[in-house]
Nanobody
């Protein structure tokens, strides 16, 4: 299984970006999503979507600004990020869960990680 993430970049405070992550695997995962890690900080949960039900889960810090969606036919998940703030600056990592049954708020629930894509929001 490989996860290919793209879409990061440098934007100004209040701008928007859309991240994409394509999964190459033999089946549809239970869930796909995003974690992020800012310089000097621990990796943190951002958002996850169930590839079976479409249910979505967000960190409080991004609720109402970020939207996660999926295209199961393309095995791709998207993260639309609106009203970006400098505190959103981080490396964003795409994740996929092919096992299920664990809390998606924990990074350890995801065995598959893509390469980070850097999002920088300037003030």
């Amino acid at each position: 299984v490989q996860l290919q993430a793209s879409g990061g970049g440098l934007v100004q405070d209040g701008a928007s970006l859309r991240l994409s992550c394509a999964a190459s695997g033999p089946s549809v995962p239970y869930g796909m999503g995003w974690f992020r890690q800012a310089p000097g900080k621990e990796r943190e949960f951002v958002a996850v979507i169930s590839c079976r039900t479409g249910n979505t889960y967000y960190a409080d810090s991004v609720e109402g600004r970020f939207t996660i969606s999926r295209d199961n036919a393309e095995n791709t998940v998207y993260l639309q990020m609106n009203n970006l703030k400098p505190e959103d600056t981080a490396d964003y990592y795409c994740v996929a869960d092919y096992v299920g049954g664990n809390s998606w708020y924990r990074s350890t629930s995801f065995a598959y990680w893509g390469q980070g894509t850097l999002v920088t929001v300037s003030s």
